[in-house]
């Protein structure tokens, strides 16, 4: 069984910063066969691809509204993946969820949610104007 816990969301004023977290576990699961991705989703509104990073760590790909912003990253020995958001503006507000695809064509992110295999529970992020 494959577990994605998310951390770090939270209520913050617009231009301030969060870091979020997403920690992965399970018996078969490697975390370095796997492209991770946050998504988020706002009321009333589809799942949308945030950001993504390759299984590796060395390609990386953004949504245009939050390139120059946000920056993802992943620590392959600890199982972990990061979003720092930095200059949050209140339509960032959402659920971020982060997401894992087990690689099977290399060198590729998928912006898509049904690609993705398994998901986390989700962590509120909320920026007051």
């Known amino acids: 069984q494959v577990q994605l816990v998310e951390s770090g969301g939270g209520l913050v004023q617009a231009g301030g910063s969060l870091r979020l977290s997403c920690a992965g576990s399970g018996r078969t699961f490697t975390f370095s066969s796997y492209t991770m991705a946050w998504f988020r989703q706002a009321p009333g509104k589809e799942r949308e691809f945030v950001a993504g990073i390759y299984a590796s760590g060395d390609m990386t790909t953004y949504l245009d509204s939050v390139r120059g912003r946000f920056t993802i990253s992943r620590d392959n020995a600890k199982n972990t993946v990061y979003l720092q958001m930095n200059s949050l503006k209140p339509e960032d507000t959402a659920v971020y969820y982060c997401?894992?695809?087990?690689?099977?064509?290399?060198?590729?992110?998928?912006?898509?949610?049904?690609?993705?295999?398994?998901w986390g529970q989700g962590t509120q992020v909320t920026v007051s104007s």
């Open positions: 997401a894992a695809d087990l690689v099977t064509t290399p060198f590729r992110i998928y912006r898509s949610y049904p690609n993705y295999d398994y």
